[in-house]
């Protein structure tokens, strides 16, 4: 399977900042790759699909102004929370899938907390 | 778009005990059913998966069946562990590599 990097594991900060988040496809290049929200004791909805050397594919309802997404590499993707509201406080979990093409493996994902 | 149900929403056994959980899906053109399981706080981890292909797959304790006329697919732990307790989710694929997720069945299992 791939192997995946997130970073960082948990980061707070004030409202109205931006935070950035890493997510490294370690072991294989990924032309795609998926970031997930989850909040507590709910299950992973999809944000969007990050394209490598293209624009992100954003789920119907979430900003693409606000959380952006750049896929400059094949191994690298960031996903930026800009001007961070408490309620954007949450599990964000980034997915790279498997040479296969549908096994889905997971960063360790960022608990992201607004203050 | 493809939409996955997941039930039960909680589910408690006592250790020895089979747990048994199910999820239908919408999406006739889906052809890749996985199950994760979560510990809190931490990535979900791929336990055990199916293809359409398949009716049945099996791993040690765990088992996955699918009836694609019927569109849901069944998880099933036998044996259950304290360790075994955790939250688990269905889910299905759709367009390129996308997962939709089931809404997650917490499994507690009691020694």
């Known amino acids: 399977g791939a192997v995946v990097s997130q970073h960082p594991s948990w980061v707070i900060c004030k409202s109205g900042t931006s935070v950035k988040i890493e997510c490294r496809s370690l072991d294989f290049q990924a032309t795609t790759m998926f970031w997930y929200r989850q909040f507590p004791k709910q299950s992973l909805m999809l944000m969007a699909t990050s394209n490598e050397g293209s624009k992100a594919t954003y789920e119907q309802g979430v900003e693409k102004d606000k959380f952006l997404i750049n896929h400059a590499s094949l191994t690298l993707s960031t996903l930026t929370v800009t001007s961070a509201h408490p309620e954007d406080s949450s599990f964000y979990i980034c997915?790279?899938?498997?040479?296969?093409?549908?096994?889905?493996?997971f960063g360790q994902g960022t608990r992201l907390t607004v203050v | 778009g493809e939409n996955v149900e997941q039930h039960p929403s909680t589910l408690s056994v006592q250790e020895g005990d089979s747990a048994v959980i199910k999820c239908t899906y919408s999406?006739?053109?889906?052809?890749?059913f996985p199950w994760y399981k979560q510990e809190l706080g931490k990535r979900p981890q791929l336990i055990i998966d199916?293809?359409?292909?398949?009716g049945e797959k099996k791993d040690q304790r765990i088992a996955v069946t699918l009836n694609k006329t019927a569109k849901h697919f069944s998880l099933h732990i036998t044996e259950t562990q304290p360790e075994d307790s955790a939250v688990y989710f269905c889910a299905a694929n759709t367009g390129f590599q996308k997962l939709v997720f089931g809404t997650g069945t917490r499994l507690l299992v009691s020694p």
């Open positions: 999406d006739s053109a889906s052809n890749y």
């Open positions: 199916i293809r359409s292909n398949v």
């Open positions: 997915s790279v899938t498997g040479q296969m093409n549908t096994e889905a493996f």
